[in-house]
């Protein structure tokens, strides 16, 4: 497998393990836009920047960002007519862990390395993705709301797994749009 076909791959895992329960949201705001996100009743897409990753993916993040949207009763239009506009960005990183466990807590290793009790030693290796929720204003141009979920991601699901995984994703990141 090439490095572009792996990087595809994980990609389509992240974006997808990103939906998965184990999923961290973060989400920030900007106070003063208050009254006018409680305002905004349309929306349109900010214009498409490259991210990495393939087409399906994309095109999967955006019809859950759609379809969430739409059921939370704003319709979507075309052109800078929209209250607010949305993007995303999808990344992914290789994280590394170290553990070392010892019944001394900490302390006297030496000593427990005598009576025959030992240091436990660790390594986890996985891949964590990101995907991010943008809100701007669709007058001002101003970013008023981000969402970002993390989590590990899960390269070796079907695409209906991964759709299921995009869509819940979408649906924990936007639970608290508008902010309240």
């Not at 170290?98 to 009790?117: E, I, Q």
Request: charged share 20%; glycine share 12%.
């Amino acid at each position: 497998m090439n490095v572009r076909s792996a990087f595809v791959l994980a990609m389509v895992g992240l974006s997808l393990a990103a939906c998965g329960g184990g999923m961290r949201v973060t989400t920030d705001y900007d106070p003063a836009a208050g009254p006018a996100i409680t305002g905004y009743r349309t929306w349109s897409w900010l214009p498409a920047t490259a991210h990495p990753g393939d087409r399906l993916t994309a095109a999967g993040i955006r019809a859950a960002i759609d379809n969430q949207l739409v059921t939370r009763g704003y319709p979507k239009v075309e052109g800078d007519a929209a209250d607010f506009r949305v993007s995303y960005i999808l990344a992914y990183e290789g994280k590394v862990e170290y553990n070392v466990v010892n019944p001394w807590y900490g302390y006297g290793a030496w000593y427990g390395d005598r009576m025959g009790v030992g240091s436990s030693r660790s390594t986890t290796v996985w891949d964590q993705g990101t995907l991010a929720i943008d809100i701007v204003d669709g007058k001002k141009g101003e970013l008023v709301y981000r969402t970002v979920g993390q989590a590990e991601i899960t390269p070796d699901l079907s695409p209906k797994e991964r759709i299921d995984r995009v869509n819940k994703a979408v649906i924990g990141l936007l639970k608290s749009f508008p902010p309240r």
